[in-house]
């Protein structure tokens, strides 16, 4: 990674206030293009709840997808006869193993391994968009010769089509009106105070706005909750619910799995032995006594909530992938100070690969050749700084009008960071469509009908906040760009309001507390503004949320997590420690913007001082180069540690790195990055 020269620090300052996030709630809408959908929509409705799974074939046009829906407490807190009637549904979907071929081979058939289960992040991320886009992907990175998985996702509690949801606004019209109308105030470095006070003020009026929501439910249904899903659940959407929900899957998985098997072992004795299909576990007559163990693969927020699961069922894991590690004890104390700073060095690799790339870069001169990357850097805050000075540009793209702004243009560089490949996707445009839109700015404004002026409303227009595209999302499906990592589609609105009923309700409490004055509010603004500049504006949103919410989850858990006498069984609660032989694969790259390598070492560290390296319950994979978490990189030597720990449970060796196969705009570069090939521990490949 080159160094930030001051040339370049100065620039950065030039890029400070983007008005939404990805690793958490987009807080102003993030529109797709209004490109159809690679697959429909299921009919969820369709499917009856259950306390035990029941699949359906779902979404059968994409892949062999099997959906079912999942009965479960409420309340895990309170047992008693009239709230233990009380539930949720998850819903729940599963791609099976495929059946091994008929074909007689003297290569051994591959074993069931059993099932991962997957959390994209958040909080709230759709597991259904995530694994429906990124299953085969998945499939080529865990399947070995000798191991093949069931790959299995939800969507957590409250969210898109787990029921209920949380939905505080009476329509999705008044909730985008909501969401524009903040777009609308500008950023904070663009907007100054006025703009600052109004977000204030908006995060007050949308706390305010869920407690009555909670209020007039309780005065029309009597308290909350119902069966089969019906009810309020603002109080129980804590990441601590949620592990638990995990808990519930792993166990109604194991109870599925076992009755198939033994349906199928009865069908043989009656017609004979014959090839079986590859996600049926090993005949049994009877249930094995030891509990079901959860095989696990979190991203991003999905880190926080297997730090969690780690902590209350340390006895109840086989494998946990740590991917995009993001530190659990800041989120519970609603302190959002240990994310950015690893941003600037992620946003440093745009401007050194779009040099390194040369001609393939957009945004590339010949003169460059003698100034350096930060050529790059400073006629990207060239166009910044013009559109802060000179005002908005205005384009006309499919029959509407909409203004580029300054903040425009830097939210869709923080969300460029998070997948430098990207898909040119709203939620996902990645570092050619970025550089792109800047090489769009730099053409002569030719006035209406000219080819600059229509060149730039295409290349931008799908970027930018439009009421109109977000209205022709309909379905939860319609932009998968941003499902790799931690960030949600806007066609799934009630997120606005869901997430804050985890991230609040999860964290220390604001009300009535120095933590819910606009005075701490400037203060964290300004320790984040040391961090990370480029992103402050941006982040400092997430936590200012939580001043004006009232709600208070029934479960919360503040800490510590992971910790060495936890993970050993030595804390006394009679729960139990890691099993013997197991351990947790952290793996972080090295210039994630919102999740720095340096969460995942501090989890290493509580666990040193145990033993020597063949009995590290922790162990840290460095990925080199940008982007949030390891899906947003190609490396084929990141997937064969990832292959190997889920198949053997083989540790990599402390401190071990692994290459990027490739880089944007690199010599192999064509719009994606692929890899192939394997590598060993201690190896850089």
Not at 60 to 80: H, I, K, M, Q, W
Request: glycine share 12%.
């Amino acid at each position: 990674m080159i160094p930030l020269s001051p040339l370049l620090t100065t620039l950065l300052s030039l890029i400070p206030q983007v008005t939404s996030t990805t690793f958490f709630p987009p807080l102003a809408p993030l529109t797709s293009s209004s490109s159809s959908s690679s697959y429909p929509e299921f009919n969820w409705t369709s499917l009856l709840p259950s306390r035990s799974l029941t699949y359906t074939p779902c979404y059968t046009t994409v892949g062999s997808f099997e959906c079912a829906r999942l009965l479960l407490p409420l309340d895990y807190l309170n047992t008693t006869p009239t709230t233990s009637l009380k539930t949720i549904a998850l819903a729940i979907i599963r791609l099976p193993i495929p059946p091994s071929s008929p074909n007689p081979s003297p290569i051994p058939p591959p074993t069931d391994g059993g099932t991962i289960l997957f959390n994209p992040g958040g909080p709230g991320g759709s597991g259904i968009d995530f694994l429906l886009k990124n299953a085969q992907r998945l499939r080529r990175i865990l399947d070995s010769p000798s191991k093949r998985f069931e790959l299995l996702s939800f969507d957590p509690r409250g969210m898109h089509r787990s029921t209920p949801t949380l939905s505080c606004f009476a329509t999705a019209f008044e909730r985008e009106v909501w969401s524009l109308k903040d777009a609308a105030s500008g950023g904070f470095e663009e907007g100054g105070m006025p703009a600052l006070k109004t977000y204030w003020a908006e995060t007050e009026g949308l706390g305010r706005l869920c407690a009555e929501r909670k209020r007039v439910w309780g005065e029309e249904h009597g308290g909350e909750g119902g069966e089969e899903g019906e009810g309020y659940i603002g109080e129980f959407m804590s990441t601590p619910s949620v592990a638990t929900d995990m808990l519930g899957i792993v166990d109604a998985v194991d109870e599925h799995r076992q009755k198939y098997s033994l349906a199928e072992n009865h069908h043989h004795q009656q017609q004979g032995p014959e090839q079986k299909p590859l996600h049926n576990p090993q005949p049994s007559e009877k249930k094995s006594s030891s509990p079901p163990l959860l095989q696990y693969w979190g991203l991003s927020y999905g880190t926080i909530l297997g730090q969690y699961f780690a902590t209350l069922y340390p006895s109840r894991i086989s494998h946990m992938l740590l991917d995009g590690v993001a530190s659990a004890s800041d989120f519970a104390s609603t302190g959002w100070l240990t994310n950015l700073q690893d941003t600037e060095s992620s946003l440093s690799t745009l401007f050194q690969y779009c040099f390194e790339g040369g001609p393939r870069c957009p945004l590339y001169a010949t003169a460059d050749a003698a100034r350096g990357p930060e050529a790059i850097a400073q006629r990207i805050g060239g166009v910044l700084a013009a559109l802060r000075e000179e005002g908005p540009r205005s384009v006309v793209w499919r029959g509407t009008t909409m203004l580029v702004t300054y903040t425009d243009v830097k939210d869709i560089l923080f969300r460029t960071l998070y997948d430098p490949w990207g898909d040119a996707t709203a939620a996902n445009p990645g570092y050619d469509a970025f550089a792109r839109v800047v090489a769009a700015l730099l053409m002569p404004d030719d006035g209406p009908g000219g080819p600059n002026a229509a060149h730039l409303a295409d290349t931008i227009g799908p970027f930018l906040p439009s009421l109109s595209n977000n209205a022709n999302s309909t379905s939860s499906s319609e932009d998968k760009g941003g499902q790799k990592c931690g960030w949600i589609p806007p066609a799934l609105p009630s997120k606005l309001e869901a997430s804050p009923s985890v991230f609040c309700t999860d964290g220390s409490p604001h009300s009535g507390s120095h933590n819910d004055t606009f005075t701490f509010f400037l203060e964290k603004y300004a320790a984040l503004r040391a961090q990370a500049p480029s992103t402050a504006d941006s982040w400092v949103r997430i936590p200012t949320m939580c001043h004006g919410w009232r709600e208070r989850a029934r479960w919360r858990y503040e800490g510590g997590f992971m910790e060495r006498e936890v993970l050993e069984g030595e804390r006394g609660d009679g729960e139990g420690g890691l099993r013997e032989g197991v351990g947790v694969l952290c793996v972080g790259n090295e210039a994630d913007p919102v999740t720095p390598v340096r969460n995942a070492r501090e989890i290493e560290r509580m666990q040193d001082g145990r033993g020597g390296e063949e009995q590290a319950r922790v162990r840290v994979l460095l990925q080199e180069g940008p982007g949030h978490c390891s899906l947003a990189g190609r490396s084929a030597c990141t997937e064969y540690v990832i292959r190997r720990y889920f198949d053997t449970g083989e540790m990599p060796g402390r401190g071990m790195r692994c290459r990027l196969d490739c880089v944007p705009w690199g010599a192999d570069w064509n719009g994606e990055c692929g890899g192939m090939g394997g590598g060993k521990e201690g190896e850089r490949i």
